[in-house]
């Protein structure tokens, strides 16, 4: 994807992450806060506008995830404010002067947003947070770095919703789902559920290109 392509890739996930917000809300509402969906929802939506608005343009790849990730961790609120800012910021750091987004690409933006949410929370696999979701797209993204986008991303999002499905099986370590201990075990973490979201909807794109 060239850089315009990305950032109409990013509106597409947005559109879709918007209308995730029942789904995500339902999640949380076992474990969480019950406002993850929400939050969510006002994020996208508010980088929906940010990527659609007339006159908008990115310099490059990584200006393109800059300025979205700016965008969630500021409208977004809360501690998924600031990861899934993280995540798009610390790509946008590592992509700077990149104008293709290709597999490699794909690698290094999940390899540095890990690295990034790690140092901002402390959180590892199996903490059952959304890093669970990213460990596992970022291995297999790391795999997949010389082959075609569009086949990347397939077993990169998969490897994601695998990795989400998994912290059902997990006691927290994070958040308000710690508290609960064992009874959180048999849910799904939405952090980790969104991740994987954010992954299958650019899968979505990459494979109508």
């Not at 990584?62 to 404010?81: F, I, K, V, W």
Request: hydrophobic share 45%.
């Amino acid at each position: 994807m060239d850089t315009r392509q990305f950032t109409d890739c990013l509106l597409y996930v947005s559109e879709a992450m918007i209308a995730s917000e029942p789904r995500l809300t339902a999640l949380d509402q076992v474990i969480g806060d019950g406002d993850h969906g929400i939050g969510i929802k006002r994020g996208f939506t508010a980088l929906k506008t940010l990527l659609s608005t007339p006159g908008f343009a990115a310099v490059d790849i990584g200006d393109c995830l800059l300025q979205s990730g700016t965008r969630l961790m500021t409208s977004m609120g809360g501690a998924s404010g600031a990861i899934f800012g993280t995540l798009f910021r610390a790509g946008g750091k590592a992509l700077a002067g990149h104008t293709e987004f290709d597999a490699a690409t794909l690698a290094d933006w999940l390899a540095a947003g890990m690295q990034a949410i790690h140092q901002r929370g402390g959180a590892l696999p199996g903490d059952k947070t959304m890093v669970d979701a990213l460990a596992a797209a970022a291995e297999r993204a790391r795999i997949e770095s010389e082959r075609p986008l569009a086949e990347a991303l397939t077993h990169c999002a998969q490897a994601a919703m695998a990795g989400a499905e998994g912290t059902s099986t997990m006691v927290a370590r994070f958040g308000r789902a710690k508290n609960l201990g064992e009874r959180a075990i048999g849910h799904c973490d939405p952090g980790a559920v969104s991740m994987a979201l954010i992954l299958q909807f650019m899968d979505e794109f990459a494979n109508r290109l």
